[in-house]
């Protein structure tokens, strides 16, 4: 959390970083010579927690996916985990630099998130799928004011990736 919002601030602040040292130096008049560890500590429980929830949650979602049965011990679910944990120490090993694949994956929620605003919108008003659950008139209203922000959002995050690219 203290990196990601570390590296968060200094980029719309525009600073270039381009590694945790950079990050580190950028706040030494606030913390000082601590700074560097509390942004150790920092992105040590960043990667973590991503090297244990993200191999997990993904092995989840494909075993759903695709309706396995055996849940965490099938092999499906052994091999998506071991292949998002080999993708990610492919990287590591390969020299991608993460800021790039952060900022991808930015981009990426700036397109989709509208989407799936929209989808789940239009799945809500179903009444051939909700019956009496589907969305009122108060619902859609507010639907309507989530879909307007995160179109914002995403639009404001894509010109902003673009334009420090």
Sequence with gaps: LVASTA?????????????AVDMAN????????????LLGVGLFAAGL????????????????LLKLKGGSESGIFRFVSLT????????ALLDIKPITIILSAQFANGILLPFMVAFLLFAMNRKSLL????NGAVANG???????????LGLRMILTVTSHS
Excluded: D, H, W
Aim: charged share 10%; net charge neutral; hydrophobic share 50%.
């Design 7 to 19: 590296a968060a601030s200094l980029f719309m602040q525009g600073l270039k970083v381009e590694n």
């Design 26 to 37: 950028q706040f030494e008049p606030l913390f000082g010579s601590f700074s560097r560890y």
């Design 49 to 64: 927690s991503s090297a244990i929830a993200a191999p997990l949650a993904t092995g989840y979602a494909m075993t759903e």
């Design 84 to 91: 998002v944990v080999f993708f990610g120490a492919g990287c």
């Design 131 to 134: 019956a009496t659950k589907a």
């Design 142 to 152: 507010l639907g309507g004011i989530v879909f307007l922000v995160t179109t914002a």
